[in-house]
């Protein structure tokens, strides 16, 4: 079952072969910031694909993924009116520091009018400044068609810029008609799901954190 950033962080299994020993051991701490705005949503779907193919790539590397999903729709009018961080919410400070933490973050969100949407743009308003500054991000977008494809170089990768994150060189877009319903149906984007995490597999791997996954 996935996890939101109410819920506890689930480990996902998947491995296969040996079990490495805890000295071997690596965790990647995954969070997702899930742009969607509702509960149905083709950017879930194609976001869970993402979270297979990182599993069983990094497995092969000995690696562990760990993560959490924090729905931007779900964190209510403590986040929706907040106009900065001092003073915020608990849980919405807590979902803001799970992105800080990461030690990779996927941002995915639908197109809407030509860009992310309000509600992610805006939980990335409340980001420290400094705290995603070389952070390894993967870029992931829905969208009805797709010339929405554009908004992964014209709109996510120049915020993250902003940040000083580390943009993986692949990003991936799937359009209404790689669905059905919310399942991701198209070889071609899985296909470029996995080139995205392939080529990067061995700086994931450095930047996974030492030790025993957390329960």
């Known amino acids: 079952m996935t996890t939101t950033v109410s819920d506890q962080r689930a480990l ?7 079990a490495p020993s805890q000295e071997e051991a690596r965790t990647l701490r995954v969070v997702v910031v899930n742009g969607s705005p509702s509960e149905k949503s083709k950017t879930v779907g194609l976001v869970g694909v ?13 690696v562990a993924v760990e993560h959490t999903r924090i729905d931007v729709y779900r ?3 403590a986040f929706t009116g907040a ?12 979902a803001l520091r799970r992105a800080e933490e990461a030690d990779l973050l996927i941002a995915a969100t639908p197109v809407f009018r030509g860009s ?3 509600l992610f743009k805006h939980f990335f308003d409340l980001v420290d400044q400094y705290a995603l500054a070389n952070k390894p991000v993967f870029l992931a977008a829905t ?3 797709d010339h929405h494809a554009l908004v992964l170089e014209h709109a996510l990768r120049p915020l993250f810029g902003f940040f000083q994150s580390m943009t ?7 359009s209404s008609g790689d669905f059905d319903g919310t399942t991701l149906l198209t070889p071609r984007v899985y296909g470029r799901i996995e ?3 392939e080529d990067v597999s061995d700086i994931l791997t450095r930047v996974a954190t030492r030790g025993k996954p957390a329960d």
């Open 12 to 18: 996902i299994s998947g491995r296969t072969g040996r």
């Open 168 to 174: 993986l060189p692949v990003a991936v877009f799937a």
């Open 143 to 145: 969208g009805g068609g």
């Open 116 to 118: 992310y949407t309000g």
């Open 75 to 77: 964190l209510g009018p």
């Open 83 to 94: 106009v900065e961080r001092e003073g915020i919410a608990p849980e919405i400070e807590d």
């Open 195 to 197: 080139m995205a995490v």
């Open 50 to 62: 993402v979270l297979r193919t990182l599993t069983s790539v990094l497995a092969v590397h000995d």
